[in-house]
């Protein structure tokens, strides 16, 4: 989390009782209460919250979702002027991957970035690993997940 502090951004637990408070009252005053943007990993469960966290003109980055209906009032996002964009990288042309991974390497050999790793599993155990990232026995994921080949 600290590192996530330095960065000048908050993680936030969705599990947690009255995260949504917690989230909004651990911002700076100058940022009046609300986020600039939210990376959203869980949108199925969060996406109503997310919006009610944004600023005037705030973005939600909708970065994962399970494949279930949200029930959604597309008047939350008018007097804030929220933008929803959905984030794929699959979509990404060649080049466009190519430059993320340069920026992404270049930042994690300045140390810039660097990588939370929370367990590794060999590839044989690569179910295992889906599962503990849709439905963490942990509680609460901690650090990638990362296969070895």
């Keep these: 989390e600290a590192a996530v502090r330095a960065a000048g951004a908050v993680a ?51 970065v994962g979702s399970k494949a279930e209906a949200v029930p959604f009032n597309p008047r939350l996002l008018m007097p804030a002027e929220v933008s929803i964009h959905g984030v794929f990288l699959s979509t990404a042309s060649a080049a466009e ?22 367990v590794e599993l060999p590839l044989s155990e690569a179910a295992t690993a889906h599962k503990e990232v849709m439905q963490p026995s942990s509680g609460g994921k901690v650090g990638n997940i990362v296969l070895v080949v």
């Design 12 to 62: 936030v637990n969705h599990r947690e009782d009255a995260y949504v408070e917690r989230a909004m009252a651990s911002l700076p005053a100058d940022k009046g209460g609300k986020f600039d943007i939210v990376l959203e990993m869980a949108a199925h469960a969060n996406m109503l919250q997310d919006i009610v966290m944004l600023r005037h003109g705030g973005q939600l980055a909708v």
């Design 97 to 118: 991957k190519q430059q993320t991974h340069a920026a992404l390497f270049d930042a994690m050999v300045s140390g810039a970035l660097t990588p939370v790793v929370g």
